[in-house]
């Protein structure tokens, strides 16, 4: 059996692609694009949920790894694109961070809300004045029927 496992090792090694694809060369840069990913995913949701140390931290380590990933034998350019992803995801997080908190971004922010919450409040007015002008608007109609009808 284990001069089976050798003979295959020997096989996969021996082959360039597979080789890499069996290597913590290729696997950890893979496993760790879910960094990235759910950096970039959170671009879409609210500022006031980013945390500038976390952010300054993952930029750092990024930025970090991106040259150890140039640095070590052989070069590792998925690394590289992983955390040159991420390092560029957490700076725009970073800028939105100091946006939000430092150069009125909270305000601008809030003051929106607000106006939305006004505009659905004045929807809401003008669906029951529609409502309540349909009504008197039947009981007209039902009024002239009575009329026409003596």
């Known amino acids: 059996?284990?001069?089976?496992?050798?003979?295959?090792?020997a096989k996969i090694r021996s082959q360039p692609v597979l080789n890499y694809l069996c290597s913590t060369h290729f696997w950890g840069p893979a496993s760790n694009f879910?960094?990235?990913i759910a950096a970039i995913m959170d671009t879409r949701k609210d500022p006031e949920i980013i945390s500038g140390q976390m952010t300054l931290a993952l930029s750092l380590y990024s930025g970090t790894f991106m040259r150890y990933s140039m640095a070590v034998t052989p070069k590792n350019p998925l690394l590289?694109?992983?955390h040159?992803?991420?390092?560029s995801a957490q700076v725009?997080?970073?800028y939105r961070y100091v946006d939000y908190w430092h150069f009125g971004g909270r305000d601008k922010s809030l003051a929106v809300k607000e106006?939305?919450?006004?505009?659905?409040?004045?929807?809401e007015e003008g669906k029951r004045l529609v409502g309540k002008a349909g009504e008197e608007g039947r009981e007209m109609v039902g009024q002239a029927k009575e009329k026409v009808t003596r």
């Not at 040159?84 to 390092?87: A, R, V």
């Not at 106006?115 to 929807?123: K, P, T």
């Open 115 to 123: 106006e939305r919450s006004g505009g659905e409040a004045v929807l």
């Open 1 to 9: 059996m284990a001069a089976a496992l050798s003979a295959l090792n």
């Open 80 to 82: 590289f694109a992983c």
């Open 34 to 36: 879910g960094i990235p």
């Open 92 to 94: 725009t997080q970073g």
């Open 84 to 87: 040159f992803l991420n390092f």
